[in-house]
């Protein structure tokens, strides 16, 4: 009888595609705060709250019936809830600047661009002004 050889088992093993999806999409979103500050890119604000979402949502997916996240589904759950987190931060702060510049300013003014630009030159002019250098002569 011929002796039989036992090769190792070199299949790959099986990829979780939602996990790799939610990883993809938590560090999309992680990406996409950095687009928050450039002016002309007024998208990237629901493009990374989508993005989030549907890291959040693709990384419990992919758990199925199991107790444990896998691996990469973590990555993609932790990136999207920071991220989450950082929009809601940089959104709140926004509307609260927006708020004190009403405040502060008038509606008028902050509607008009220029009229706000003097405003704000002239609110700094007066707040340096009022500054004391500070320290006494010898």
Same mark, same amino acid.
Request: hydrophobic share 50%; aromatic share 10%; glycine share 8%.
């Given at each position: 009888?011929?002796?039989?050889?036992?090769?190792?088992?070199?299949?790959?093993?099986?990829?979780?595609?939602?996990?790799?999806?939610?990883? &993809?999409?938590?560090?999309?979103?992680?990406?996409?705060?950095? !687009? &928050?500050?450039?002016? *002309?890119?007024?998208?990237?604000?629901?493009? *990374?709250?989508? +993005?989030?979402?549907?890291?959040?949502?693709?990384?419990?997916?992919?758990? *199925?019936?199991? %107790?444990? !996240?896998?691996? %990469?589904?973590?990555?993609?759950? +932790?990136?999207?809830?920071?991220?989450?987190?950082?929009?809601?931060?940089?959104?709140?702060?926004?509307?609260?600047?927006?708020?004190?510049?009403? %405040?502060? &300013? *008038?509606?008028?003014?902050?509607?008009?661009?220029?009229?706000?630009?003097?405003?704000?030159?002239? &609110?700094?002019? %007066?707040?340096?002004?009022?500054?004391?250098?500070?320290?006494?002569?010898?």
């Amino acid at each position: 009888m011929p002796e039989q050889i036992n090769y190792p088992n070199t299949s790959r093993p099986e990829i979780n595609r939602m996990a790799a999806v939610s990883q &993809f999409l938590g560090i999309l979103s992680v990406l996409s705060i950095g !687009f &928050f500050f450039l002016p *002309g890119l007024v998208s990237a604000v629901p493009f *990374g709250l989508i +993005c989030s979402n549907m890291g959040i949502l693709l990384a419990h997916l992919s758990k *199925g019936d199991g %107790q444990h !996240f896998p691996s %990469q589904a973590m990555v993609g759950l +932790c990136t999207s809830i920071f991220s989450l987190v950082v929009y809601i931060l940089l959104i709140l702060l926004s509307i609260l600047s927006l708020y004190l510049a009403v %405040q502060i &300013f *008038g509606l008028e003014t902050v509607l008009d661009p220029e009229a706000l630009q003097n405003a704000i030159n002239d &609110f700094m002019n %007066q707040y340096l002004n009022s500054m004391t250098a500070g320290g006494g002569a010898l």
